[in-house]
């Protein structure tokens, strides 16, 4: 990795990577145990296709705190050294905006945020064709864990790969420049 790509603007995901559950789960178990009425409307949603509108109300309904978020503390703390240094870095997220935007204003070390509203759900090629229109292809870092980024690591010039999902290290392949576990 050369000092150009470590100062290129980082993207960072939220859900499995800069914390360590994810949102719409944490949302879900909510709705379940305080509001089980919110149920049907969800699941209409979900099989409508309509996916961030479910994730949009429930971040308006249900209430959290960020700092009661289990963060991956060895990534946070790379990170915090990059933003020390003058890197920027942007939350991307699928998660909605109203979540995402209370999470990065705990962190406190995001230029910008990027997430999913009530329309749009900022996941895997949209969340790349996203990046890419931004930034331009190979423009950019990002840190993620799951298959779904694998699309997004294809437009990156930094590949960075935290608590990864079983298989993710072997679908990206060598194109790895860092890895946190």
Do not use: C
Not at 11 to 22: N, P
């Amino acid at each position: 990795m050369g000092a150009e790509v470590s100062d290129l603007p980082l993207a960072v995901d939220m859900d499995g990577t800069l914390i360590l559950s994810d949102m719409s789960r944490i949302s879900i178990r909510r709705v379940l145990l305080r509001k089980p009425w919110l149920i049907p409307s969800v699941i209409f949603k979900e099989m409508t296709g309509k996916r961030a509108g479910w994730k949009r109300d429930l971040g308006r309904i249900l209430v959290f705190n960020p700092s009661e978020l289990d963060y991956h503390e060895g990534f946070l703390e790379w990170l915090t050294g990059e933003h020390s240094r003058g890197r920027v870095i942007i939350l991307a997220t699928a998660s909605d905006r109203i979540v995402a935007e209370q999470v990065a204003a705990h962190v406190g070390m995001f230029s910008d945020v990027m997430a999913s509203d009530n329309d749009y759900n900022l996941r895997d090629k949209k969340k790349a064709e996203a990046l890419v229109a931004r930034y331009g292809e190979g423009g950019f870092g990002y840190a993620g864990n799951s298959h779904h980024d694998v699309a997004i690591w294809e437009k990156a010039a930094q590949v960075i790969v935290v608590n990864p999902d079983s298989g993710v290290l072997d679908r990206v392949g060598n194109s790895v420049d860092i890895v946190f576990e």
